[in-house]
């Protein structure tokens, strides 16, 4: 409910930066996936926030939560696979790459099945009835973790092996039936539409992914193996999990000191807003096993380096476009389409822009976990998601209103955005002015249309549609200069020159 056959290429093929086509094809196949997602999910979130009202869609949320939580129960077995599979497959030894699917799965299993029986129990001895009513929805939802479980390791292991567009094909089935059913069961059975409609487009999903990864085995063994993955790729788990925190800890400080109603109006502005990372997560998701093959010196590590420079750079100019007019235009769509959640138009447009100014550490941040820099990543990571849980937990408790609440949160993305850019500054450049110009680059496209969308809001508001269309202009005559300026030497010809020599 909240966020993956064709002919597959042999087992030995891995990801290979040899044509900048290729990488456009990969990342455009990903995100293809991910914003057919996102759109079925958005439709299905304003289906379900008419039909269920603000209290209701306050415990979707809630269930979200379980789901997005329980997505990370692998204790870093799958952050472990992601390392090791690609040499693996890369090298065509078969029999380690099955050992170390099996070995991960035995882990992801096991934490699964740990993690539905503390929920469970929590469930059962401390039920919060103004945000989960009926628990059996808590349990239902249970079962939905475990399948997307099954899902992350088969894409684990389709992306190890080459098949994006398999990936992304899963990622579309289950958006289109799970969110689709959904959309339609809700009108009916409530919230219980939403969950049953979710697990059974889960089920097809995994039933094509399987077709496309007969490798990837499904009967957990290898626990041993298991261990080292775990080992290895526990670092990154647990910067992923700071991560989940730093994006999670708003609507945890709600269901602490809110209610539903002001959970739903949160929600509804966190599943707008939560567009803004799938197109940097989309091209980092491609990214990573190259940067991975590239470290265990699989592949050209010089080429891998360019790819992720030139896109962290075409990424921080062109996503302040879309998501700034979409700031814009964010008031008049809202009343037009959710007239009763209109109050939650404040939090979406702070959302939104501490959303954008976090997309600019996103490829950076898959760069430093690929590249076996974890453990100071991850003391950064945590350093910067603690202090925002406090900032944010401080703020709910003696103002827990939504406008509030995401104001503290946009200010904690800022500060993880900073301190990861940092970081991987020092890894890129080895001058302090060119790693100072590095940052500034990544944030600066960002936090200019961040202020020229709100200047230009402050403006049109409340002047009619034309005022919006003039507003539009004048943001993007505002930004144009400085996207001018910033995108010289980005190489946007020869990628597109490469992309069309290679179909």
């Not at 044509?19 to 759109?39: E, H, P, T, W």
């Not at 799965?105 to 401390?126: E, N």
């Not at 992923?240 to 945890?252: E, H, I």
């Not at 507003?471 to 597109?496: E, N």
Request: charged share 15%; proline share 5%; hydrophobic share 55%.
């Amino acid at each position: 409910m909240s966020d993956r056959p064709e002919t597959a290429p042999p087992e030995s093929a891995i990801p290979a930066p040899s044509r900048g086509g290729a990488f456009v094809r990969d990342s455009a196949a990903i995100a293809l996936g991910q914003y057919v997602a996102r759109v079925m999910l958005l439709a299905r979130g304003w289906g379900a926030a008419i039909a269920l009202g603000p209290s209701g869609y306050g415990t979707l949320s809630f269930l979200n939560l379980i789901l997005d939580y329980g997505s990370y129960a692998g204790f870093g077995a799958l952050e472990g696979l992601d390392l090791r599979l690609p040499g693996a497959v890369g090298t065509g030894d078969r029999a380690t790459a099955r050992r170390l699917m099996a070995g991960a799965w035995a882990i992801i299993a096991a934490g699964g099945v740990a993690f539905a029986l503390v929920v469970a129990m929590a469930l059962s001895d401390s039920p919060r009835e103004s945000i989960l009513p009926d628990t059996r929805l808590g349990l239902a939802m249970l079962v939905a973790v475990m399948l997307q479980l099954v899902f992350k390791y088969l894409a684990a292991a389709l992306r190890s092996h080459g098949r994006f567009r398999a990936v992304s094909a899963g990622q579309s089935t289950q958006a289109v039936l799970g969110a689709g059913s959904g959309l339609v069961l809700v009108w009916w059975f409530g919230l219980w539409g939403l969950v049953l409609g979710w697990i059974a487009g889960t089920l097809v999903a995994l039933a094509r992914m399987r077709l496309a990864c007969r490798e990837a085995p499904l009967i957990p063994a290898h626990a041993r193996t298991g261990a080292s993955l775990v080992r290895l790729g526990f670092p990154i788990f647990a910067f992923y999990g700071a991560s989940l925190v730093l994006r999670s800890v708003d609507r945890l400080a709600l269901v602490r000191y809110g209610d539903a109603a002001g959970l739903g109006m949160y929600g509804v502005a966190v599943m707008a807003a939560g567009l803004v990372l799938f197109i940097p997560e989309s091209v980092a998701y491609v990214l990573f096993p190259r940067i991975a093959a590239a470290h265990h010196g699989a592949i050209d590590r010089a080429r891998v380096r360019a790819d992720v420079l030139r896109a962290q750079r075409g990424l921080a100019i062109l996503m302040p476009v879309g998501v700034c007019l979409a700031m814009i235009w964010a008031g008049p769509m809202m009343e037009w389409l959710l007239p009763d959640y209109f109050p939650a138009i404040r939090p979406l447009r702070w959302l939104a822009a501490g959303a954008l100014t976090l997309s600019a550490a996103t490829i950076p941040s898959y760069f430093l976990l690929a590249c076996g820099r974890q453990k100071s990543l991850l003391a950064l990571g945590v350093f910067a998601a603690a202090t925002n849980a406090v900032v944010v937990f401080s703020v709910a408790a003696r103002h827990p209103q939504p406008s509030a609440v995401a104001a503290a949160a946009s200010v904690g993305y800022l500060l993880f955005a900073l301190v990861i850019l940092a970081r991987a500054a020092v890894e890129f450049h080895d001058r302090l002015a060119v790693r100072a110009s590095f940052v500034l680059a990544s944030l600066s496209p960002a936090l200019f249309g961040i202020g020229l969308a709100y200047a230009v809001t402050r403006v049109v508001t409340g002047l009619g549609w034309a005022a919006l269309c003039a507003g539009s202009v004048v943001f993007l005559a505002g930004y144009f200069p400085l996207a001018f300026a910033m995108s010289r030497g980005l190489g946007m010809r020869t990628l597109m020159r490469d992309t069309l020599a290679s179909r």
